[in-house]
Every structure is written in C-alpha cells, then in structure tokens.
C-alpha cells in the first residue's frame, strides 16, 4: 500500500499528467499493481545516474517483500511503473474456501 501511494504521489507531483491510470491485476499467484500516466516522462539514463529518493525508497521497499518494481517512460509520452508481488498463501486460501476480492 505505501509503494501504490508513493507511485501515486510522484505520478501526480511530477508527470504533469493528463491522465493517471492505476490497475491491480491477478496472475495466478501474482498480484500487479500498475501506475501509468500520460505526462513528460523522463529519461532512463539520468534516473540511474541519479535516482531521487522516492524511487529508492520503492525499489527497497519491493525488495523487502520479495516484489518486482518495473519503471519504463519515454520522455514526452509518460511513464508506467509496475509492481509485481507473488501471494501464493493467499491463493491457496482463497482456493480452499472460495471467496471473492
């Protein structure tokens, strides 16, 4: 919850976005949360050179839980960050005594 809120908020303070998408998908056992934008973008190269801290603090925060963080913008046509995360316990609870999210 604090990476989707993270992601929101750099989307919304420094995309300069018309459009801001948010999308929670289940893949079998994997659960992805996708933030995507329609804003400037920014360049690859000089996020690595020099990664602010909110995309530090993202990419620990997927590490501690064993989620894969996907950052991919094109300056100009905007940004999508994806958040991978496998919840196979929750699955096979779900499986077992049916229930609906």
Same mark, same amino acid.
């Given at each position: 919850?604090?990476?989707? #809120?993270?992601?929101?908020?750099?989307?919304? #303070?420094?995309?300069?976005? &018309?459009?801001?998408?948010?999308?929670?998908?289940?893949?079998?056992?994997?659960? @992805?949360?996708?933030?995507?934008?329609?804003?400037? &973008?920014?360049?690859?190269?000089?996020?690595? @050179?020099?990664?602010?801290?909110?995309?530090?603090?993202? +990419?620990?925060?997927?590490?501690?839980?064993?989620?894969?963080?996907?950052?991919?913008?094109?300056?100009? #046509?905007?940004?999508?960050?994806?958040?991978?995360? @496998?919840?196979?316990?929750?699955?096979?609870?779900?499986?077992? +005594? &049916? &229930?609906?999210?």
């Amino acid at each position: 919850l604090s990476t989707q #809120k993270e992601l929101q908020t750099n989307a919304v #303070k420094y995309a300069r976005a &018309g459009q801001i998408t948010l999308s929670l998908f289940r893949r079998s056992q994997w659960v @992805e949360l996708v933030v995507e934008d329609d804003g400037v &973008g920014f360049d690859r190269s000089a996020l690595q @050179e020099a990664q602010g801290v909110g995309v530090r603090i993202m +990419h620990y925060r997927a590490n501690i839980i064993g989620a894969e963080l996907d950052i991919r913008s094109t300056l100009g #046509k905007g940004t999508r960050v994806s958040c991978s995360y @496998e919840c196979q316990d929750a699955y096979d609870q779900v499986g077992r +005594h &049916g &229930g609906t999210l």
